[in-house]
């Protein structure tokens, strides 16, 4: 199957830290996903996209759906010890009917 | 809240053995997925269903069967494990097929096989 290539795949910062994570891929999607997921736990939805072009917030977060309908990235801004985690982008197909996911981001935050 | 529960958090089982792992979502959603999740791979999906006794197979397949006898319940069934499938299982279930919303993940199970 179609692979998104997500970088970086781990980042280890200080707390207070602007962090930014990109995926890219050779097909189009309809909709970007990003995810976060907590030590021990399942993926929770983050943010949506559903346009290109499109740039939405959600707190502390900004994710953009890319002009060209391959790319998206995520920034976390002013990063604190609780964002750590790995984080997931994830495309939705044309069909809308099943979601390709990066290999994620491993974030590590320095207190 | 939509929950989804898997029945093991961990599992340790030997080669040969076959292994089942159970999933149950309450809140009626029609789709639900088995994915598996490998360091530097993502999530990569092995089974999905659309409906009761509905199955089809995704990216990795082999070595994998589901049962999905139920709505709420679908099952990963490992007929023989093997060592190469040691690895953290996901499952996850949306309400529509065509859907612009987000699949809902339940908190996994860590298998180990020996």
């Known amino acids: 199957g179609q692979q998104l290539n997500q970088s970086p795949q781990s980042m280890f910062i200080q707390e207070g830290e602007d962090v930014s994570m990109n995926c890219t891929s050779s097909s189009i999607f309809n909709t970007w996903l990003w995810y976060k997921q907590d030590p021990g736990e399942g993926p929770v939805l983050l943010i949506a996209?559903?346009?290109?072009?499109e740039l939405t917030s959600n707190g502390r977060l900004t994710a953009q759906f890319g002009i060209t309908r391959k790319d998206s990235f995520l920034n976390i801004s002013a990063s604190i010890p609780s964002d750590v985690g790995i984080y997931f982008c994830?495309?939705?197909?044309?069909?809308?009917?099943?979601?390709?996911f990066g290999g994620g981001t491993r974030l590590m935050v320095k207190p | 809240d939509v929950k989804v529960t898997q029945s093991s958090r961990y599992l340790v089982k030997r080669t040969g053995e076959k292994v089942f792992l159970e999933c149950v979502q309450d809140?009626?959603?029609?789709?639900m997925f088995w994915y598996r999740q490998d360091p530097g791979l993502g999530l990569r999906l092995i089974y999905f269903?659309?409906?009761?006794?509905?199955?089809e197979k995704g990216d990795i397949p082999e070595g994998y069967s589901v049962s999905r006898e139920k709505k709420e319940r679908f099952s990963l069934i490992l007929e023989s494990a093997s060592t190469n499938q040691t690895s953290m299982y996901l499952c996850?279930?949306?309400?529509?097929?065509?859907?612009?919303?987000?699949?809902?993940f339940g908190p996994g199970t860590r298998l180990l096989v020996l």
């Open positions: 809140m009626d959603h029609e789709n």
């Open positions: 269903s659309y409906d009761v006794k509905m199955k």
């Open positions: 994830a495309g939705l197909n044309n069909a809308g009917n099943m979601l390709t």
């Open positions: 996209l559903y346009k290109a072009g």
């Open positions: 996850a279930s949306i309400k529509t097929r065509v859907y612009q919303e987000t699949q809902y």
